[in-house]
């Protein structure tokens, strides 16, 4: 089974400077011009997955239109807490870095584990749900592919978050 793992394209919520959000919004114009831009062809994939969030059902809608996207929650970004709606710039660096790379978690926030948790639920889920031959698209959010790539894939280059940042993984029953 291939699956390919889609970041949402732009809201005007990036490049504001906040650490994490619970802020939903849709996409800008120039996030909507970009998926545009990205659009697979037809047949290209059987299935379409995205987190609830609107910024990933309308960047699924655009990129693929052909298949209604099923929305799960266990492909939503990581709840960071006490974190939420607070700004980068009112933190060290160094501090980030650690709660980016699990060394450190803020009151409340969501777990390593408690991710990866969610995460082997939606991998056992699409297997069930589908053969080795599926060709599968995710569209989520960057801090999940970035726990896809360095603890599934033991990958550790980043994604680009600047536009639709993708990568493949091949998953077997």
């Known amino acids: 089974m291939e699956v390919t793992f889609l970041r949402h394209a732009k809201t005007d919520l990036n490049g504001k400077g906040y650490i994490a959000t619970k802020k939903d919004y849709f996409l800008n114009e120039i996030g909507r011009e970009e998926c545009l831009r990205n659009v697979f062809s037809p047949n290209s994939f059987n299935s379409v997955y995205c987190s609830p969030y609107k910024r990933t059902i309308e960047t699924a809608k655009i990129v693929y239109p052909y298949l209604e996207p099923v929305i799960l929650s266990n ?3 990581r709840d960071l ?14 501090y980030l870095k650690s709660v980016r790379e699990y060394l450190v978690n803020p009151e409340n926030a ?3 584990e408690d991710i990866m948790e969610r995460l ?5 889920y699409i297997k069930l749900q589908h053969d080795d031959n599926s060709r599968i698209l995710v569209v ?5 592919m970035r726990i896809i790539k360095k603890f599934y894939l033991n990958e550790v280059n980043n994604i680009d978050s600047q536009n639709l940042g993708q990568f493949k993984m091949i998953l077997k029953k």
Do not use: A
């Not at 989520?140 to 999940?144: E, L, R, Y």
């Open 75 to 77: 492909l939503v970004q």
């Open 81 to 94: 807490g006490v974190l939420n709606e607070k700004m980068k710039k009112d933190y060290s660096i160094e």
């Open 110 to 112: 969501e777990t390593l």
């Open 120 to 124: 082997n639920d939606f991998f056992e």
């Open 140 to 144: 989520t959010h960057n801090g999940i």
